[in-house]
T-cell receptor, first 116, second 114 residues
Framework: AQSVAQPEDQVNVAEGNPLTVKCTYS??????LFWYVQYPNRGLQFLLK??????LVKGSYGFEAEFNKSQTSFHLKKPSALVSDSALYFC??????????????FGRGTQLTVWP | GAGVSQSPSNKVTEKGKDVELRCDPI?????LYWYRQSLGQGLEFLIY????????KSGLPSDRFSAERTGGSVSTLTIQRTQQEDSAVYLC????????????FGPGTRLTVL
């Protein structure tokens, strides 16, 4: 079965500091990995994805994520955090085959707070 | 271009009533998904439509829930005899037809069952 774990409910960082939001996954077959961000009372907004190729994926708003197959991780990173990055972040995985092909499995979400 | 749209944005209903939630996917997207977001359960998959194939209904929590997609475009999620535990935000997403494609989400419908 597919699953995602986001071990931190909250991450707090100061503006200008680097940030990391952690994600580990379990999937049958090869993983398709995604990060989404949700601002208050809004839907999910796509940030970036890993399908194949380079382990370091760059996405919107200066975010990047590193795929690590041996550690089954896909941590989200940004070199310099902004107050406007404060939001709820979701990691998701999708299998590349099988009966659950269509669906995304989400982590519980990590609330990122960046203080000035 | 236009994104995924959902209506209504908010719905308040009384326990036992039926509700219909609507989703308009991005034009040209053949895959459509419904998810539910609630405090206790996080984001849960409900149902997946892909072209003319039979939908994957395995995420629907009970037989009170059903969904249809007419003409390969607009989808309606129907909840019959609503219960308080149905209160949640219902999110719709669409994508092109490949498994690796990104799912793009609508703003959601917030359902409150009194």
């Amino acid at each position: 079965a597919q699953s995602v774990a986001q071990p931190e409910d909250q991450v707090n960082v100061a503006e200008g500091n680097p940030l990391t939001v952690k994600c580990t996954y379990s999937v049958s077959g090869n993983p398709y990995l995604f990060w989404y961000v949700q601002y208050p009372n809004r839907g999910l907004q796509f940030l970036l994805k890993y399908i194949t190729g380079d382990n370091l994926v760059k996405g919107s708003y200066g975010f990047e994520a590193e795929f690590n197959k041996s550690q089954t991780s896909f941590h989200l990173k940004k070199p310099s955090a902004l107050v406007s990055d404060s939001a709820l972040y979701f990691c998701a995985v999708r299998a590349d085959r099988g009966s659950t092909l269509g669906r995304l499995y989400f982590g519980r979400g990590t609330q990122l707070t960046v203080w000035p | 271009g236009a994104g995924v749209s959902q209506s209504p944005s908010n719905k308040v209903t009384e326990k036992g009533k039926d509700v219909e939630l609507r989703c308009d996917p991005i034009s040209g997207h053949t895959a459509l998904y419904w998810y539910r977001q609630s405090l206790g359960q996080g984001l849960e998959f409900l149902i997946y439509f892909q072209g003319n194939s039979a939908p994957d209904k395995s995420g629907l929590p009970s037989d009170r829930f059903s969904a249809e997609r007419t003409g390969g475009s607009v989808s309606t999620l129907t909840i019959q005899r609503t219960q308080q535990e149905d209160s949640a935000v219902y999110l719709c997403a669409s994508s092109p037809d490949r498994a690796a494609d990104t799912q793009y989400f609508g703003p959601g419908t917030r359902l409150t069952v009194l």
